[in-house]
């Protein structure tokens, strides 16, 4: 069988959260990285609509995150999945990922890429920050090319994501909420999001919040946010501090590089 190959933007937090369910199961894979917009193609020319992540594997193409966390969870046995067996508490970590797929994912991207549009005070896009990152694992080719179209490329993720100063403030607010609902589930129960077990809602969770937290465990670390400067840099301050923050960030330390057959080790 051939090896599946992971189509990606490296810094993508969809691309990571399906990066780390392949190498919690312990999936061989071979990640085909591209910089924003020239990923389209690649995406297609996969089986993939033009986002990523796409799998491509021998029973064919998967071009959605979640369907990518189904299929390699399958390859373990039940008690080491990120979805349990028992109907009940598959159904709570469904409804889980579904909402965090749909409003925390697509709200972080949208906060963080109007804060990099805007740069502290207006006054920058920090190519000089986002450039190196956002090009990391691939092809030379293509990061000369981010080097050079930063700026138009920059211009049109945000038209497409429609990050305007009012869609970028109630998406802060999404992000508030959804810490707020995380937080008040660990409170009364945890240490994981469903209680004792740690499922794909820690790992979803963790995966699409990291932009805002930058994880030094991740694999494709983001510059400090601090150097955003002004109120993006308090915000994320907060959003560090706060109690769902913190168990993204602990998630990260204790999971990201432990494979699902290795000893829990806190
Ligand atoms: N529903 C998709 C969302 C993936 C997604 O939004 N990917 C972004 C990167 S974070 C993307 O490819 N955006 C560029 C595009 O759609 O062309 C999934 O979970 O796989």
Redesign the pocket.
């Given at each position: 069988m051939s090896t599946p190959r992971l189509v990606t933007?490296p810094f993508?937090?969809?691309?990571e959260k399906a990066r780390w369910a392949l190498d919690r199961a312990g999936v061989s894979y071979v990640e085909q990285a591209h910089v924003?917009m020239v990923?389209?193609p690649y995406?297609k020319a996969a089986g993939g609509s033009?986002?990523?992540?796409v799998l491509v594997t021998a029973d064919g193409p998967l071009?959605?995150?979640?369907e990518i966390l189904r299929w390699a969870d399958a390859t373990l046995p039940e008690p080491s999945r990120l979805y349990p067996g028992d109907p009940s508490a598959r159904a709570e970590v469904d409804a889980l990922v579904q909402d965090f797929?749909r409003g925390l994912?697509?709200k972080v991207?949208l906060w963080a890429y109007f804060e990099l549009g805007r740069g502290p005070e207006g006054r920058g896009r920090r190519a000089d920050l986002i450039v190196p990152y956002a090009g990391k694992g691939a092809p030379a080719f293509e990061r000369v090319l981010l080097r050079l179209g930063w700026s138009p490329v920059l211009s049109l993720i945000l038209r497409a994501y429609g990050c305007t100063p009012e869609r970028a403030d109630k998406a802060r607010a999404r992000i508030d909420a959804t810490f707020d609902a995380v937080g008040e589930r660990l409170a009364a129960g945890g240490p994981w999001i469903c209680g004792e077990r740690f499922t794909a809602a820690d790992l979803v969770f963790a995966s699409l919040a990291a932009p805002l937290l930058s994880p030094p465990e991740h694999p494709f670390p983001a510059p400090d946010p601090a150097l955003l400067g002004g109120a993006a840099s308090e915000q994320v301050a907060r959003w560090r501090a706060h109690p769902a923050g913190q168990h993204a960030l602990r998630t990260y330390r204790v999971e990201r590089h432990r494979r699902a057959d290795a000893p829990a080790t806190a």
């Amino acid at each position: 069988m051939s090896t599946p190959r992971l189509v990606t933007i490296p810094f993508s937090h969809f691309c990571e959260k399906a990066r780390w369910a392949l190498d919690r199961a312990g999936v061989s894979y071979v990640e085909q990285a591209h910089v924003p917009m020239v990923h389209r193609p690649y995406s297609k020319a996969a089986g993939g609509s033009g986002s990523v992540p796409v799998l491509v594997t021998a029973d064919g193409p998967l071009g959605e995150s979640a369907e990518i966390l189904r299929w390699a969870d399958a390859t373990l046995p039940e008690p080491s999945r990120l979805y349990p067996g028992d109907p009940s508490a598959r159904a709570e970590v469904d409804a889980l990922v579904q909402d965090f797929d749909r409003g925390l994912g697509p709200k972080v991207r949208l906060w963080a890429y109007f804060e990099l549009g805007r740069g502290p005070e207006g006054r920058g896009r920090r190519a000089d920050l986002i450039v190196p990152y956002a090009g990391k694992g691939a092809p030379a080719f293509e990061r000369v090319l981010l080097r050079l179209g930063w700026s138009p490329v920059l211009s049109l993720i945000l038209r497409a994501y429609g990050c305007t100063p009012e869609r970028a403030d109630k998406a802060r607010a999404r992000i508030d909420a959804t810490f707020d609902a995380v937080g008040e589930r660990l409170a009364a129960g945890g240490p994981w999001i469903c209680g004792e077990r740690f499922t794909a809602a820690d790992l979803v969770f963790a995966s699409l919040a990291a932009p805002l937290l930058s994880p030094p465990e991740h694999p494709f670390p983001a510059p400090d946010p601090a150097l955003l400067g002004g109120a993006a840099s308090e915000q994320v301050a907060r959003w560090r501090a706060h109690p769902a923050g913190q168990h993204a960030l602990r998630t990260y330390r204790v999971e990201r590089h432990r494979r699902a057959d290795a000893p829990a080790t806190a």
